[in-house]
């Protein structure tokens, strides 16, 4: 069996599931999929090239969920069709309809990977990766909103339960509308245990109460980079504590990450990430941390 185990968002990162964009995103419709001017499909496998090399260069193994014409460009954003907790891996239910077919390639290399199944969220249920964010080993925190719906939070919390794990619910807003991408993960990026950035503003109000009843310390990115980047200066990975992936040329958030300790790696990612939706974070899906 392959080791497993993902209850915190910063500790080392040993093993994530990642897919290749050469092939599935090559005849991508920009309309189709919610891309934006920007999404150019060479240039995009270039720059996960280049994301690829440094995520292994930290240390972490790659699997490969795999290649295929299948057409399911988002299958890239590995973070969302998936979660892996200590006892398992979690096949979510999407709610982007374009995005349904993912948890079964998830489900196929976890077979693969030998990793067991915990559960999976059932329809009408929807959760997305994306909206899950590990307060600490017993605490997630859940953003409801266009992707992930009350039900599928309940299903998810009768899952965790058996762990001792408390599942959260957060209202997330609609901002640009139902067809774009807006996650909790969205708008905040843990970068240590006690340490994330966050896009104050659309941070709900009762899990910015919780982040700081937990001591955890707050970096506001700066607010004309969130607008710029379409949110993506804030989709940052750790590899470890206070190490750091981010997409290039928002230089503010940069150094804001700088001045909280942070080392930051960063690559260039404009027809990659900006144009779809989905940063360092989204491009993998934590297998084991430890
Ligand atoms: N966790 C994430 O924020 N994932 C980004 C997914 C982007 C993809 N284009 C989507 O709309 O689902």
Known sequence: ?????????????????????????AGAEPDIWHYGPQFNPQKASQQHSVFADL????????????????????????????????????LLRMGKRLREEEPELHHE??????VPILGRIEAPGTVEGGD??????????VGRGVRTNQ????QLAAILEPLGVTVLGFDLPLWHGEDACLHLMSIIS??????????????????????????????AAPEDEFAASNGLNLNVLPTSPYEIIAVAGFEGTKAAM???GCKVSTFEADALCIACEGGPTCLTRPVWRQ
């Open 258 to 260: 700088e001045a909280a």
């Open 55 to 90: 995520v292994a260069r930290s240390g972490a193994e790659i699997t490969w969920i795999r290649d295929g014409n299948d057409g399911l460009a988002d299958s890239i954003f590995t973070h969302d069709p998936s979660l892996v907790t200590n006892k398992g891996a979690i």
């Open 190 to 219: 843990p970068l240590a245990e006690k340490l994330a950035l966050v896009h104050m503003p659309l941070l709900p109000a009762a899990f910015y109460q919780l982040l700081k009843e937990r001591g955890i310390r707050l970096v």
């Open 151 to 154: 039900t599928g939070i309940e």
């Open 132 to 141: 899950c964010v590990w307060v600490d080993d017993k605490t997630l925190a």
């Open 109 to 114: 290399t976890y077979r693969q990977m030998d």
């Open 1 to 25: 069996m392959t080791a497993f185990g993902s209850q915190s968002m910063a500790l080392p990162l040993k093993r994530v599931i990642m897919r290749l964009p050469d092939r599935v995103m």
